[in-house]
């Protein structure tokens, strides 16, 4: 089962679409509007935690500094 798994991933990973949507993934992660996005969801994921934790975080280990 495994080796059927790992099969199926390197066929998803050499078909040329899924390489094509990926380079523009990167293409957009590194443009100043796809870094302004993920500074944005950053920001929210930190802050939906802080909410939902009483501002202990993810580990329960305290405050954000």
Do not use: P, Q, R
């Not at 992660?29 to 969801?41: C, M, R």
């Not at 930190?46 to 500094?65: L, N, S």
């Amino acid at each position: 089962m495994l080796d059927e798994l790992k099969g199926k991933a390197a066929e998803i990973l050499n078909n040329e679409k899924v390489k094509e949507t990926v380079d523009k993934a990167k293409d957009f992660i590194n443009s100043e509007e796809g870094k302004a996005k993920l500074e944005e969801a950053k920001e929210k994921a930190e802050k939906f935690v802080e909410e939902k934790t009483h501002g202990k975080g993810i580990f329960g280990f305290g405050a954000k500094d």
